[in-house]
T-cell receptor, first 113, second 112 residues
Framework: LAKTTQPISMDSYEGQEVNITCSHN???????ITWYQQFPSQGPRFIIQ???TKVTNEVASLFIPADRKSSTLSLPRVSLSDTAVYYC??????????????FGKGTHLIIQP | DAGVTQSPTHLIKTRGQQVTLRCSPK?????VSWYQQALGQGPQFIFQ???????QRGNFPDRFSGHQFPNYSSELNVNALLLGDSALYLC???????????FGPGTRLTVL
């Protein structure tokens, strides 16, 4: 399983765009990159998944360079409710397959007024 | 449509006791995975059940066992509780082992 590295914590302000970068130097050819969000005392929630270039949905964008050794989760115009832990995962399937999902410590994003 | 549900919400046990946690998957899902999340850490995979069988197990001792019922609901059992078993236990369900996992709110277990 590819190891991921992401900042332990980040701070920003309401209305700003936030970019969280994840490094995954050993990503395999068939691996996908998936981001989850977790609020305190709740289970993680799927945000976005991508393989290469750019993916956008109603809550975030995911930028993946050509070498795929890193990825950047972009949250546009954040609000206080975006304060959460964000996990970057790399693996063959969005559900992790039979081995389950491998989470690191994630990035604790704090949004201030 | 109800999502993944877990019971109980909170639980307090003492060392050496046994505990059973329960999970009902999202409608239409047949695969259930269990995770342990210690304070300040990411969730750690315990095991996964599909077709009432344990498909894969993470790095957890045999004190952790589980079961999946014909209606796809699942139980996690932990025997001989240790203080270090205190954590948030998360259940996730998916439609087959390959698709996106949906997590429940978790059960907070405190071992005294």
């Amino acid at each position: 399983l590819a190891k991921t590295t992401q900042p332990i914590s980040m701070d920003s302000y309401e209305g700003q765009e936030v970019n969280i970068t994840c490094s995954h130097n050993n990503i395999a050819t068939n691996d996908y990159i998936t981001w989850y969000q977790q609020f305190p005392s709740q289970g993680p929630r799927f945000i976005i998944q991508g393989y290469k270039t750019k993916v956008t949905n109603e809550v975030a964008s995911l930028f993946i360079p050509a070498d795929r050794k890193s990825s950047t989760l972009s949250l546009p115009r954040v609000s206080l409710s975006d304060t959460a832990v964000y996990y970057c995962l790399v693996g063959l399937y969005s559900g992790g397959g039979a081995d389950g999902l491998t989470f690191g410590k994630g990035t604790h994003l704090i949004i201030q007024p | 449509d109800a999502g993944v549900t877990q019971s109980p919400t909170h639980l307090i046990k003492t060392r050496g006791q046994q505990v059973t946690l329960r999970c009902s998957p999202k409608s239409g899902h047949d695969t259930v995975s269990w995770y342990q999340q210690a304070l300040g850490q990411g969730p750690q995979f315990i095991f996964q059940y599909y077709e009432e069988e344990e498909r894969q197990r993470g790095n957890f001792p045999d004190r952790f066992s589980g079961h999946q019922f014909p209606n796809y609901s699942s139980e996690l059992n932990v025997n001989a509780l240790l203080l270090g078993d205190s954590a948030l236990y998360l259940c996730a369900s998916s439609q087959t082992v390959y698709n996106e996992q949906f997590f429940g709110p978790g059960t907070r277990l405190t071992v005294l």
